[in-house]
């Protein structure tokens, strides 16, 4: 299977901005996908971002793309209280998706 | 309508039960997954159905059985399972398999075996 990794935690301040990181492997993968899970929960798309673009932004967040690094980066603006969750990237690979080991995200008051 | 509906919620089950857990979507989606999530892990793929038929299967014991009825129903077979089977089980669907486009998520059944 592919090898997608992330930092296993991170934590900030209510307000700050927070950056989850992700390296992925397979060069030939078209989207590359963030989720987010909340505790007790099932996993909700987010965002994602064409291989052929690098930067999206929509609202509060803001996914960088480096294809010769193979790193993909999510940055939560204004983080909230709400936005505590254990956060996936993804990329689709063969027949599947390929999921990073998780970020949980834990946002101090 | 993005919404993928799992049933039931919570499933408590003795290692001898036969149960099964029920996955739905009208999103016209070709493509349906099985997905097993212990906790603070990544989810890890069990099956694949493309076009209502199996296309993958890691490697799942046989205690566990899917079964796609048609396109918009996907059902998992559960028999003889072992406490180590308890875990949330997550149901997605896409467009199609090796998917160009997002897989949509159901909330989950929670399974504990005892």
């Known amino acids: 299977g592919e090898d997608v990794e992330q930092s296993l935690f991170l934590s900030v301040r209510e307000g700050d901005s927070s950056v989850i990181n992700c390296t992925y492997t397979?060069?030939?993968?078209?989207?590359l996908y963030w989720y987010k899970q909340e505790p007790g929960a099932g996993l909700q798309l987010l965002t994602y971002?064409?291989?052929?673009?690098d930067m999206k932004q929509d609202q509060r967040l803001t996914v960088l793309l480096n294809k010769k690094d193979k790193h993909l980066s999510l940055r939560i603006a204004d983080t909230q209280t709400g936005d505590s969750a254990i956060y996936f990237c993804?990329?689709?690979?063969?027949?599947?998706?390929?999921f990073g080991t998780g970020t949980s995200l834990t946002v101090i008051p | 309508d993005t919404e993928v509906t799992q049933t039931p919620k919570h499933l408590v089950m003795g290692m001898t039960n036969k149960k099964s857990l029920k996955c739905e979507q009208h999103?016209?989606?070709?493509?349906m997954y099985w997905y097993k999530q212990k906790a603070k892990k990544p989810p890890e793929l069990m099956f694949v159905?493309?076009?209502?038929?199996?296309?993958i299967n890691e490697s799942v014991p046989s205690r566990f059985s899917p079964e796609c009825p048609n396109s918009s129903l996907l059902n998992l077979h559960l028999h003889a399972l072992q406490p180590e089977d308890s875990a949330l089980y997550l149901c997605?669907?896409?467009?199609?398999?090796?998917?160009?486009?997002?897989?949509?998520f159901g909330q989950g059944t929670r399974l504990t075996v005892v």
């Open positions: 997605a669907s896409s467009q199609a398999a090796g998917s160009r486009t997002e897989a949509f």
């Open positions: 397979d060069s030939s993968s078209t989207y």
């Open positions: 971002i064409f291989s052929n673009m």
């Open positions: 993804a990329e689709p690979a063969g027949n599947q998706f390929y």
């Open positions: 999103m016209g989606h070709r493509a």
């Open positions: 159905y493309s076009y209502e038929k199996l296309s």
